[in-house]
């Protein structure tokens, strides 16, 4: 890849079929164009781990697996955002993902650049001053970012943000 920039991808798009299309289809093979490595959450943990939580009976032991693969998993992704050189956040939804938002303002104490996508046109402001969440879109500002509001800008800004 040449650039050693490291791109960590802080969405919930990993939830749903329609999310992982989209995710894997259209956003990963955007940012790799760039040149950047990215960092994909929701490959950290391991998918046949959590596969097999799933995949157990409802009760107790499914809700302990559950419990001790959930710290591995936050685990995981703070050391991703750690090791990274800055995050690309999809802030689609009627409110950001509170795990999305949580990562935007961990990645902002931890002085990561943050570039926000927000395809959805739905209003999901705390006022019309505001895109999203008003703490949220303060951190990606501050972090030196900025919000599109199409996939299709993604490189342009990306080159901008991490050069």
Do not use: C
């Amino acid at each position: 890849m040449g650039s050693n920039i490291k791109i960590y991808v802080a969405s919930p798009l990993g939830f749903s079929e329609a999310g992982n299309e989209f995710y894997y289809g259209k956003l990963i093979p955007i940012i790799e164009q760039v040149g950047y490595e990215v960092i994909d959450p929701w490959k950290l943990a391991g998918e046949e781990k959590i596969k097999k939580v799933r995949n157990m009976p409802y009760g107790p032991k499914k809700r302990n697996a559950w419990r001790k693969i959930n710290m591995e998993i936050a685990g995981n992704n703070r050391k991703g955002i750690d090791h990274s050189n800055g995050l690309v956040a999809v802030l689609d939804g009627t409110d950001v993902d509170s795990g999305t938002a949580a990562e935007i303002g961990y990645g902002y104490a931890k002085g990561k650049s943050i570039l926000g996508y927000r395809g959805d046109f739905r209003l999901s402001a705390d006022n019309e001053g505001a895109t999203v969440n008003l703490q949220v879109e303060y951190f990606i500002r501050e972090s030196g970012g900025t919000i599109i509001t199409e996939v299709n800008k993604l490189k342009k800004e990306l080159k901008k943000l991490f050069g």
